[in-house]
RNA sequence: GGCCCCGUGGUGUAGCGGACUAACAUGCCACCCUGUCACGGUGGAGAUCGGGGGUUCGAAUCCCCCCGGGGUCGCCA
């Protein structure tokens, strides 16, 4: 090695010793005399002093020096001068006196600050990521990333599952999301796909008598980017023999609490996890992910207004539609803008507008509303009681302002789901130090969809419907539940489950539902079935989105944060400038000519 | 594909119709400086304000188109 100790691991009880350090510059502070080098590498930072006098070469070499060369320091570790310690810096007691040194390799001066911690624009990090993860903070975010992969490694074994790889070149499956293709050499026309999970393989692998499998495993889809969404990415993925939810979800809460508990011990969670239902969910919340760290809860406020004179909400129920609303707490003195800014959000989601309505500007019981206090567009249609009943629903005192949506169920739940999330963030309503998970059960097996006019899976075809519900698959499909449970956290889903179909009867009855015919059943799917009828056990599992349980545990806003190399929003690799053109050679190995279009 | 936001020296920002010959901080270069630690001091270089077109006597600033980046809806079995 080039290095006998690391930067940041001396300290007092290494004064005397003679060292050799390797690393980075992290900062020159020259006084003509004295220089001080701060040199830092993975483990932390150390000063390093050149005194012309006792070492004149030495100091020479020193005064060349600038951010981020690389060099190497021999010299004694000695305590510092008494009233010149550092209490900011972990070595801070400490310093190098250096004897001999040299530039191992010099650096260009980097295109944005290795050693300080501001924001700089997203693009030339990735552009540059090999310098961005020098930084703290991703240095940090790669590490954290370690110790959960390692945590979750360590405790999958301790319960006696075991790690198996699955391949990354396998056949491509139309439904789901758009696959990411690799065309063959050695069949002409036929392509690989890249798996979007490794859902099919784990299940044969049940079959094959595996009883517990796991793999940290990475996943392709070929779908637009989010914050929390990149082409490619990595689940945390297990599957059982012999299971039953409950033995899933326990397993889960004992994992996600210890993983907290050793990870982020500053941080909460509630225990035991809370569980909604995916209706109650979507009742109270609006979506099937709600932040449960507040309240804001929506209320159903149709059968109240059914009767008003205002014709926005009249007409929205007579059309099939409904009106919920959120009381946002204190909010009743919302200026003009503060209340445009907020419908503008709605109309943005795709709503038609906002009904807001002030109960007056001072906290109070709600028995002292009167007329007079009331501000809303809506108040000269509505009566006081109405509007007290649809105060007291949705939990207001005086001085809150009711936000009021009507319309398209769906869009009524997605937009002020939406808006719950903006007033709890405005309103500092999440506690930044808690984590509450949740399980959502109860899924509707099927989803009806308009555009191809048939039945689609809500989590996939393998997903095991309720015992008691089958019957139901002949006659109304849309009430049977799926044996399926998603765990949420903070408002992030974080994986989705389930038990699965083991018989190849039910299974090839519900692709039949899913559309299918016997022929494509056959090309698609004809290994599953083929193998369910190998003694297949019962089995189910789950898989975690460890990106963005990464990025939780991280307190990061993006999973780009906690990816070493993540891709853009378009989809594209700064950092190698991917995808890009390949050669007519290539082209022509693979049987390919591009199209003109 | 739709909607919203952003683009000004290397970096981060200010400027939002005239006093901009574009400001501030930091970085960079040179010189001075022996106890600093975001060292300090002096001086210097560095930006056709993302690109194109238009409005105007006058555009970094207003309008249109394009490009790049981010957020989001659709999409993500």
Known sequence: M?????????????????????????RRRD??????????????????VFNPETAKLCHEIASEMRNEYVVRVSGEVALRPQGTENPKLPTGDVEVIAHNTDILNPSKTPPFYINEDIEVEESLRLKYRYLDLRRTRMKENLLLRHRVVKFMRDFLDAKGFI??????????????????????????????????????????????????????ARCFRDEDTRADRQPEFTQLDLEMSFVEEEDI????????????????????????????????????????????????ELGDLTDIVAQSDFSIFRSAIADGGKVKGICAPGCGTYTRSQLDELNKLVQSLGAEGLVTISLGTAGGNLNALTIEMVKSVAARFLTLDQIKQMAERLGAKTGDLLLIVAGNPKLVDMTLSELRQEMGHRLKLADPNLFVFAFIQNFPLLRWDDETGRWESEHHPFTAPWDEDVPLLDTTPEKVHGKHYDVICNGYEIGGGSLRIHTSELQRKIFKLLGY???????????MLEAFQYGAPPHGGIALGLDRIVMLLAGEETIREVIAFPKNQSAADLTFDAPSPVTEEQLAELHLRLRNE
Not at 8 to 21: F, N, P, R
Not at 31 to 48: A, K, T, W
Not at 269 to 287: C, D, N, Q, S, W
Request: glycine fraction near 8%.
């Open 249 to 296: 979800l326990n397993l889960l809460e004992e994992l996600f609490t210890s993983l907290v508990e050793i990870i982020k011990p500053e941080m909460r969670v509630i225990k035991p996890f809370p569980r909604l239902t995916y209706a109650e969910a979507m009742e109270h919340y609006g979506t099937d992910k709600p932040d449960l760290r507040f309240g804001l």
């Open 2 to 26: 080039l290095k006998s100790h690391s930067c940041g691991e001396l300290s007092k009880k290494d004064v005397g010793a003679k060292v050799t350090l390797a690393g980075w510059v992290d």
């Open 517 to 527: 015919n016997d022929e494509e059943v056959e090309e698609r799917f004809g290994h």
């Open 31 to 48: 006084h003509g005399g004295l220089i001080f080098i701060d040199l830092r590498d993975r483990e932390g930072i150390v000063q390093v």
């Open 163 to 216: 790690e198996v790889e699955t391949p990354i070149l396998i056949k491509s499956t139309p439904e789901g999301a758009r696959d990411y293709l690799v065309p063959s050499r050695l069949y002409p026309g036929k392509f690989y796909a890249l798996p979007q999970s490794p859902q099919q393989l784990k299940q044969l692998l049940m079959v094959a008598g595996v009883e517990k499998y796991f793999q940290i």
